[in-house]
């Protein structure tokens, strides 16, 4: 190749020059756009908010909190399925699952690696939950997410096969599932999986808080992890599961802001022709 003469290569760096500082201000431009929620996601945020709200008082009211109760099972097996997954994932045998009626639940395993299995729980939950509000922001994603919680399911009523609690709750999720995948070409399904997301998140923060931060609980999964990792107290340890679960709700909105950006015609059109209600 020949050599540029002076004035070419003065061109050439000039050029250079004036193309880089276009190029930064069209990918901040990208940026900024792909960070800007629409009128539908707008809504969307608005919705979730709500349903934080919603959700963080009727937590504190005795009578009212009953509203939840199904729903606080349904995030104790998130939690329970997330053990079981890195029971299996560390090869360790299962063995069952089982939801108690006072909320709380219990993975009976032997075998696989403690440090993965103890703090999988928590983080498992908190993991789902943030899936489920990034699908919530459009109804196909919500629709696959269904499936996805359709084989949760299955797996959890194989080890919880025994325990009636396990049955009721998941034949009632099920049962609102389908309700709402019929209603309005599935619209209000996107804002039932939403829920079960925030809630999922939300339980997994006052649950850390509660049983690891504001009072020890020597049976919880923190302490039995700083038992088995001996260099910090549950207390730090629940703090730093704090953390990673604010932190998959956060990303999980960013998710959801940068992925879907369809309106809410362009969301019921791609609906209409992915596993359609009947009544469509």
Request: glycine share 6%.
């Given at each position: ?41 707008v ?59 006072d ?11 403690s ?69 309005k070409?599935?619209?209000?399904l ?57 932190a ?33």
């Amino acid at each position: 190749m020949p050599a540029l003469s002076g004035l070419e290569a003065r061109y050439v760096e000039l050029a250079a020059r004036a193309a880089a500082p276009v190029s930064a201000a069209v990918t901040g431009a990208q940026v900024q756009a792909l960070l800007t929620p629409n009128h539908t996601q707008v809504v969307t945020l608005i919705v979730a908010s709500v349903y934080v709200v919603v959700i963080a008082i009727l937590w504190h009211i005795p009578i009212l909190s009953w509203i939840l109760y199904p729903f606080k099972l349904l995030t104790v097996g998130f939690h329970e399925m997330s053990h079981a997954f890195a029971g299996l994932m560390t090869c360790a045998k299962i063995y069952s699952i089982e939801l108690d009626p006072d909320e709380g639940g219990a993975t009976q395993m032997s075998g696989g690696v403690s440090w993965i299995t103890l703090p999988a729980g928590y983080l498992g939950s908190s993991f789902i939950g943030g899936c489920l509000i990034t699908c919530g922001f459009d109804i196909v994603a919500s629709k696959i997410a269904c499936l996805v919680l359709a084989v949760f399911f299955l797996f959890t009523l194989w080890w919880a096969r025994k325990n009636w609690i396990s049955w009721i709750l998941i034949l009632g999720m099920s049962g609102l599932i389908i309700l709402f995948w019929f209603v309005k070409n599935s619209v209000a399904l996107r804002y039932f999986i939403l829920f079960v997301g925030v809630m999922s998140c939300m339980y997994v923060l006052w649950d850390v808080i509660d049983d690891t931060i504001a009072r020890k609980v020597n049976t919880s999964d923190a302490s039995q992890f700083a038992h088995v990792c001996g260099c910090c107290p549950s207390q730090v340890w629940g703090f730093v599961w704090l953390l990673v679960a604010a932190a998959f709700f956060a990303a999980a909105i960013i998710v959801g802001i940068i992925a879907f950006k369809e309106d809410d015609a362009a969301q019921e059109a791609a609906s209409s022709t992915f596993l359609p209600s009947p009544f469509h």
